[in-house]
């Protein structure tokens, strides 16, 4: 804000003797678009009797405001005493959007005399905000946090409090952050720039495809549009489990059991070459039917049968087999617990054993029993 006070000296322009004069020490100025000048006038009756003098202002740009007041009043006429003078002040708003240049404009005290005054702006204005990203497309997957680096310019000749906002599609999650701390505004200093952090997360369970994410900074008089750009190659999730979610299930030494699996493709891409393997306790086996799957779109599944051979010598107990599907892409693993139960046989065998001992105890008995 430019402040100018009167001084009162001799000079300036005044009209012929026993008439009104109108005075301000500062008639050509330099300014900067934006600007507030604030003029001291005085209006001065070199006469000898009372002088109403109506004052306007001639030739001033087109979209400049100005005000003219005296007393803290707005006036269009005032009224001065013989000899003396009085004091108006005249504020004029300099526009934020203007071509640099000379600007010329008077005062006039109607029937009296003329003041012309002279701005020059020093430079051409704008009212305008740039909104600017060096690298507005990203691609990755959907469980991918996509982080823009963005520039946030304040091209006019005032400080401005940016609001931001997204218009992301449904269910999409968009954060800003400014000297790495989570902002929704910004203080952005005339002609200066502002670095900000957009982080996009997109929904978990979206399709691949390319997405178009709108970001506005704005404030009451300017505002500026990005558009981000994110594409979604698509995430790859697997799951692989039984008809029922039943992880578990019985053996006999040495036997083996066949157990129906699901494999199952839960991301948003389809899902190529998946190969099926385990891992086992020693002398374990595991027999895949199939042991590939050629593909699997997204939401598919597919039956796989997998045959558990336990180990002749494994005690009664629980055991567990890691069974695995897996691509370059994911791999999933289900921990299937077996329970190793005795077999019939084993059990009438080991009973047979118990009697033999039993029978030998009994015929000892007998014969040494006597003696």
């Known amino acids: 804000m430019i402040h100018i006070a009167w001084i009162n000296a001799l000079g300036g322009h005044t009209a012929h003797a026993n008439s009104v004069a109108l005075y301000t020490p500062y008639t050509e100025l330099s300014v900067p678009p934006g600007e507030s000048i604030d003029y001291s006038i ?21 979209g400049w405001d100005y005000s003219l007041k005296s007393g803290g009043w707005s006036i269009g006429k005032i009224s001065v005493l013989p000899g003396e003078k009085k004091s108006l ?22 029937g009296f005399t003329v003041l012309p ?8 204005g704008t009212f305008r905000t740039e909104f600017t990203s060096n690298q507005a497309n990203i691609e990755g997957h959907s469980n991918t946090t996509f982080t823009y680096n963005a520039k946030l310019k304040n091209m006019t000749a005032e400080p401005q409090l940016y609001a931001l906002r997204s218009n992301a599609p449904r269910g999409w999650n968009v954060n800003f952050k400014a000297n790495g701390k989570q902002v929704s505004s910004v203080n952005v200093e005339a ?17 691949a495809d390319t997405y178009k994410i709108p970001i506005q900074a704005y404030t009451n008089a300017s505002s500026a549009d990005l558009e981000l750009e994110t594409v979604i190659k698509g995430s790859y999730e697997m799951e692989l489990t039984t008809p029922t979610g039943l992880l578990s299930s019985n053996i006999t030494s040495g036997g083996e059991k066949r157990v129906e699996l699901l494999v199952r493709n839960t991301g948003s891409s389809p899902i190529s070459g998946i190969k099926l393997d385990r891992k086992v306790p020693v002398d374990w086996d595991v027999i895949f039917e199939p042991n590939e799957i050629s593909s699997l779109e997204p939401g598919e ?21 890691t069974l695995e599907a897996h691509t370059p892409e994911v ?24 009697l033999v001992v039993l029978g030998g105890i009994y ?7 006597r003696r």
């Open 42 to 62: 005085e209006v001065i009756n070199n006469s000898g009797s009372i002088r109403d003098v109506a004052i306007s202002l001639s030739g001033l740009p087109e």
């Open 301 to 321: 599944n597919t039956k796989v049968f997998a045959t558990i051979k336990a180990s002749s010598r494994a005690i009664p107990g629980d055991y567990m087999a």
């Open 363 to 369: 015929h000892l008995f007998q014969k040494y029993g």
């Open 89 to 110: 002040s005249l504020k004029v708003e300099v526009p934020l959007k203007i071509e640099k240049g000379t600007y010329n404009f008077k005062v006039i005290a109607s």
């Open 191 to 207: 002609n200066h720039t502002q670095d900000l952090t957009i982080e996009v997360n997109p929904p978990s369970k979206i399709k």
């Open 117 to 124: 005054l002279t701005i020059n702006v020093s430079e051409t």
């Open 331 to 354: 791999t999933e693993r289900a921990s299937f617990r077996v329970s190793v139960k005795t077999s019939m046989v084993m059990g009438w065998f080991g009973f047979t054993v118990i």
